[in-house]
């Protein structure tokens, strides 16, 4: 015993007991945000130079990009207009020699020199001269000679044009006047007007420009360069494109940045924009100084920036990788000092609450063997009487030592087995000796690993709750006992009650024989008939008080019954109606009694007849229903009716709410019986009316 007690002082010398451990902080707050500030600022140095260079990078490709559509542009440009002035050239000579020839008669013969032009002019596929009133006078192809053209609008442009030649609108086919439209195939019409004299037009050379020939130079630059070069119209009209572009000729944008603010500011420049097929471009455009004519090279914004974007990949992504281990490791750091902080601001915290709880704390080591406490707050100090000196390094046991066997210990062995939790209560001894009863809840503490390490025991004395918890359970019982026995007696005085009742009528009834007139006097009814009358009445009371008490008695528990059978019994109880006073649909099996099934529609039935309206004559409809495993009965009559304020009070014991001699029959406890022995079911009973035009009782019962 003496060395059990050194090693219980030795480990009580060692054990820490934490409200009393000084805890110094490991790292300052200024440190934590010192290293922050270091390591964010480095990873910003780093990311705002290499997203700087980038930028730059980015800004001088897309120079670069603008400056290679620029002097595309210039080239293209001089180029078309070249071929423009030669075929201006070609329609010029045409003119004249139309004019020498004469332009009265219905043709003229310019097949030889015209062909002889168009050699140097391949990109003309077609030449025509047209008088004013759109009489055919000469074509190359030999197609509309003879024929006649539709000149009116084209007419009406040379008018409204300062230039004498005229450039149309693309029109789909290889020729004018063609019927034959050639699949992909595509002209531009040109046209240059024959003056008289007097300045009026006389006639028109009309050409058809194949857009092939800018169609084979534009796409060899799309091919070269990726670009997009397209020709069009001052005013907006698609007449030639590079295969880029997704759109034929006579295609005119719906909103495009290029005519609808660039041409307006400046004859030629470059600008970045979405365009008609969604695609952001750098673009440059210049006009011809000959023709209203606009060249426009769009070079995709993602080929101008793809060596760019590779740069991107090849230097953005380490460096962006450096920035994001720096930036990591520097909230590691700092999340692990901060946690080290909050640890130890916890510890203090979590030390002075347990110190200040008002229910017992005990923390025992898992690792040892026996369970050692390892920490007992002041709360358990004050509960159990004991010191921590005295409770550190001894297991918890030693408060129930002289009472090993409580049903609580079991439960605690088996959750230390498995690892769970537990509460239960416990019957422990004070340092001083006296009882009392502790709530202990044991709770595991487990390591990282899943391993545990440590057991939190919480008490609470519950000496004054289970005192007087014992005291209500007496006084339950003791109610209990007294309600049954006040059940019990009320259900035999009412049973013996009946005999004396049954004599006193009996006894009246002789009495009546004997005086020969019936016990009258010189007025009114006699003593014999009141007294017959009054223990008829009692009777009936107490056969109702009878049953009434005997329904909690008799519970309907797999009971089966047959409301068909139940209703055709009351039916023959009860007194003859008229007939078709009842309606009733067939009616199921229901889980009660059949007694107590026949006696629950002889009720409701006989009230209907007994509140029956004289005015009108007794009807009564039946319906049920099944609806979330209950049958639901409705027994609906044309009575007088019932309000609603006195719904709840029908169903009370000896209620009566009519006190006429012709409504006086019955005791007041039928309807109290029926909810009684509807709710005993497991059902529920009520009745709906208006107050006028009758009745509605509706149960519910279970389904058999």
Excluded at 214 to 236: E, I, P, T
Excluded at 268 to 286: A, E, K, L, P
Excluded at 413 to 429: C, I, M, Q, W, Y
Aim: charged residues 20%; neutral net charge; aromatic residues 6%.
């Amino acid at each position: 015993m003496t060395g059990k007690r050194n090693n219980h002082d030795a480990s009580s010398a060692t054990a820490p007991i934490l409200r009393r451990v000084p805890v110094k902080p490991l790292y300052s707050t200024t440190l934590i945000r010192l290293v922050g500030v270091f390591g964010i600022t480095v990873a910003l140095v780093v990311a705002i130079a290499t997203g700087a260079a980038l930028l730059a990078g980015r800004q001088e490709a897309v120079t670069s990009a603008r400056d290679i559509t620029a002097s595309l542009a210039r080239p293209l440009t001089e180029a078309v207009a070249r071929s423009f002035n030669s075929i201006d050239v070609t329609l010029a000579s045409v003119a004249d020699l139309a004019r020498e020839s004469g332009l009265a008669g219905d043709a003229i013969d310019l097949v030889r020199p015209v062909a002889q032009r168009l050699v140097f002019t391949p990109h003309l596929r077609q030449v025509l001269v047209v008088a004013a009133d759109g009489r055919v006078l000469f074509d190359s192809a030999n197609i509309l000679t003879g024929g006649r053209l539709d000149v009116a609008a084209t007419l009406e442009d040379h008018r409204r044009m300062p230039r004498p030649l005229v450039i149309g609108i693309p029109v789909a086919g290889r020729y004018i006047g063609g019927e034959a439209k050639a699949a992909g195939q595509s002209l531009i019409p040109v046209s240059r007007a024959i003056l008289h004299s007097d300045g009026a037009i006389a006639a028109l050379v009309v050409a058809a420009v194949n857009p092939e020939h800018f169609h084979g130079s534009f796409d060899a630059l799309r091919m070269q360069s990726g670009v997009r070069v397209q020709l069009w119209r001052f005013d907006g009209i698609l007449l030639a494109s590079s295969d880029g572009g997704g759109v034929s000729p006579g295609f005119i944008p719906a909103d495009a940045a290029l005519f609808k603010s660039h041409l307006k500011a400046s004859e030629m420049g470059t600008f970045i924009d979405d365009d008609h097929d969604g695609v952001r471009r750098i673009t440059s455009y210049r006009t011809t100084l000959s023709w209203p004519l606009v060249i426009s090279v769009g070079l995709p914004m993602d080929r101008a920036l793809a060596n760019w974007r590779a740069n991107v990949a090849n230097v953005g992504w380490p460096v962006g990788l450096v920035t994001l281990v720096v930036l990591g490791f520097t909230v590691l750091l700092m999340r692990t000092l901060a946690r080290r902080a909050r640890d130890e601001a916890t510890l203090r915290l979590s030390d002075r609450v347990l110190a200040n709880v008002s229910n017992g704390v005990t923390i025992a080591d898992a690792q040892s063997g026996d369970l050692p406490l390892l920490y007992v707050n002041p709360a358990f100090e004050r509960i159990t009487g004991y010191s921590a000196g005295e409770a550190l390094g001894r297991n918890a046991r030693f408060l129930h030592a002289d009472e090993a066997d409580q049903e609580g210990l079991d439960a605690i062995r088996v959750a230390l087995a498995e690892g769970s939790a537990v509460t239960v209560k416990l019957r422990n001894t004070r340092a001083d000796g006296g009882r009392f009863w502790n709530q202990v809840s044991l709770t595991p503490v487990r390591n990282p690993a899943g391993t545990i390490t440590h057991w939190v025991g919480v008490q609470r004395d519950i000496t004054n709750e289970e005192e007087s918890r014992a005291a209500l359970a007496a006084a339950y019982d003791d109610v209990a006992r007294y309600s049954a026995d006040l059940e019990r007696f009320s259900f035999v005085l009412a049973h013996h009650l009946q005999e004396p009742a049954r004599q006193m009528r009996l006894q009246a009834q002789i009495l009546q024989q004997q005086t020969g007139n019936g016990g009258r006097g010189d007025g009114g009814s006699g003593p014999a008939s009141l007294i017959i009358d009054a223990s008829a009445r009692l009777i009936e009371l107490l056969r109702d008080v009878q049953a009434y008490l005997a329904v909690e008695r008799h519970a309907p528990k797999g009971a089966v019954g047959s409301a068909q059978q139940a209703l055709e019994s009351a039916v023959r109880r009860l007194e003859a109606q008229e007939d078709g006073w009842l309606e009733a649909v067939p009616l199921p099996h229901v889980a009660l009694p059949q007694k107590q099934l026949d006696d629950l529609f002889e009720i409701i039935l006989e009230n209907a007849i007994r509140f029956r309206h004289p005015g009108r004559g007794l009807r009564v409809r039946i319906s049920v229903v099944f609806d979330e495993g209950k049958w639901r009965f409705r027994i609906a009559d044309n009575g007088i009716g019932v309000e609603s304020c006195y719904f709840e009070r029908i169903f009370v014991p000896l209620e009566r709410l009519h006190h006429d001699t012709e409504r006086s029959g019955g005791t007041g406890i039928g309807l109290a019986i029926a909810r009684k022995t509807v709710e005993a079911a497991g059902g529920r009973i009520w009745v709906e009316s208006d107050g006028a035009s009758g009745s509605t009782f509706v149960f519910t019962l279970p389904g058999a």
